[in-house]
């Protein structure tokens, strides 16, 4: 027996493909949705971590900070504590600089040269007095400037013909100098005891005596 199909067969295809091509379309939309949101939900996650994240490092930024600041206070208070040492250090070396300057002046001076006036402002001593020679006043810079620890850069500021003559048998003229002498500290230096030396202290004080006649 032959069969004969009458029904239209074409239409039935068409809604078979124009059905799967339906669910195609709504099975692709789904995995889309899936992914969209699965991706999503992983991108929420990863912003949630970065947050903690970003959390905990501004907490400890802010830490760091304070440390930052009490390390600041504390090396301020380091320099203040240094500068007030160093304070402290230089009164009790200036407290004794004049009685050092007196000892090197002795230690300085030669033979025949008599000092009638010492000064000192600031850093920078004058000093006033009478020398038998030429001679006496050069080696005395010479001391000043090449053997001494408390002296520096000496200028002569003036020499000139005393009128005072010395009182000795010789008559010989005497001159009449200034001079400008610079201080410094000697670095870690021990401190002396001064003691006078008896030749150059004797000629300091015999210096009047010499002048009056």
């Known amino acids: 027996m032959i069969l004969i199909n009458l029904l ?14 339906l669910v195609g379309i709504g ?5 889309g949705a899936l992914t969209v949101g699965i991706w999503y939900g992983i991108v929420q996650q990863l912003t949630s971590a970065q947050q903690e994240r970003n959390a905990y490092l501004g907490s400890e930024i802010k830490k760091l900070e304070e440390q930052i600041k009490d390390v600041a206070a504390l090396k301020s208070e380091i320099e203040s504590l240094k500068s007030r040492q160093k304070a402290v250090e230089d009164l009790q070396t200036d407290r004794n600089v004049p009685v050092y300057l007196l000892n090197e002046l002795v230690k300085q001076t030669p033979e025949g040269m008599y000092f009638w006036s010492v000064k000192q402002s600031g850093q920078i001593l004058s000093v006033v007095g009478t020398a038998q020679t030429n001679e006496r006043v050069s080696e005395f810079l010479r001391n000043t400037a090449n053997s001494s620890e408390w002296l520096e850069k000496p200028q002569l500021v003036e020499i000139k013909v005393s009128g005072a003559q010395a009182t000795d048998r010789t008559q010989k003229r005497l001159f009449d100098f200034s001079i400008r002498v610079s201080v410094k ?29």
């Not at 239209?8 to 091509?21: D, L, S, T």
């Open 8 to 21: 239209p067969h074409r239409e039935e295809k068409r809604r078979r493909k124009k059905i799967a091509f």
């Open 27 to 31: 099975a692709a939309a789904f995995a």
């Open 185 to 213: 500290r000697p670095q870690e230096k021990p401190i002396p005891v001064a003691a006078p030396a008896s030749g150059a202290a004797a000629r300091t004080v015999a210096a009047p005596a010499a002048a009056k006649g």
